[in-house]
């Protein structure tokens, strides 16, 4: 299989691209290319200020917090830089291939003009990562919760 039919492949299975016709997933493959990292390797620098947006198609990624801790890890098919995508803040947190880890990279300027030339693919990638994030803040305060009580 072709590195473009892999990236289109896992395109057309990833949640964040629900709602999208296959000719619309294609589009965005044309923008998209493929990095392979090895163990150790840094994907993803806390602060940094590139956004691109990366999904992973191999392998496990660790992401690791203000504190250097990791607090989550990224498998295949999981997003990362939605938050900069969104936001163009620096990177919120650290990420390191576990493994050998393969992922499908879409520059942040091509997706975002892709996205203004193309209303419909903006509005179901931006709804679809709303809802990454609300599940996220949901999660955030039950944790909160079982903490402190909140009003």
């Given at each position: 299989?072709?590195?473009?039919?892999d990236?289109?492949?896992?395109?057309?299975?990833?949640?964040l691209?629900?709602?999208?016709?296959?000719?619309?997933?294609?589009?965005i493959?044309?923008?998209?290319s493929?990095?392979?990292?090895?163990?150790g390797?840094?994907?993803?620098?806390?602060f940094a200020?590139?956004?691109?947006?990366?999904?992973?198609?191999?392998?496990?990624?660790?992401?690791?917090?203000?504190?250097?801790e990791?607090?989550?890890?990224?498998?295949?098919?999981?997003?990362?830089?939605?938050?900069?995508?969104?936001?163009?803040?620096?990177r919120?947190?650290?990420?390191?291939?576990?493994?050998?880890?393969?992922?499908?990279?879409i520059?942040h300027n091509?997706?975002?003009?892709?996205?203004?030339n193309?209303?419909e693919?903006?509005?179901?990638?931006?709804?679809?990562?709303?809802?990454?994030l609300?599940?996220?803040?949901?999660a955030?305060?039950v944790?909160?919760?079982?903490?402190?009580?909140?009003?």
């Amino acid at each position: 299989m072709s590195m473009a039919m892999d990236i289109n492949t896992a395109l057309q299975n990833n949640y964040l691209m629900q709602g999208l016709s296959v000719a619309q997933i294609s589009m965005i493959a044309q923008i998209a290319s493929n990095q392979e990292f090895s163990g150790g390797d840094t994907l993803v620098r806390q602060f940094a200020k590139d956004a691109d947006l990366m999904i992973v198609l191999e392998g496990t990624a660790k992401i690791k917090g203000f504190s250097g801790e990791e607090i989550a890890q990224a498998g295949p098919g999981s997003v990362i830089g939605e938050m900069s995508l969104i936001d163009d803040k620096p990177r919120s947190a650290t990420v390191t291939a576990a493994g050998n880890v393969k992922v499908a990279s879409i520059p942040h300027n091509d997706l975002w003009a892709l996205m203004n030339n193309e209303p419909e693919i903006a509005k179901v990638i931006l709804l679809n990562i709303s809802r990454i994030l609300t599940a996220r803040l949901r999660a955030a305060n039950v944790a909160l919760d079982s903490v402190v009580k909140l009003d």
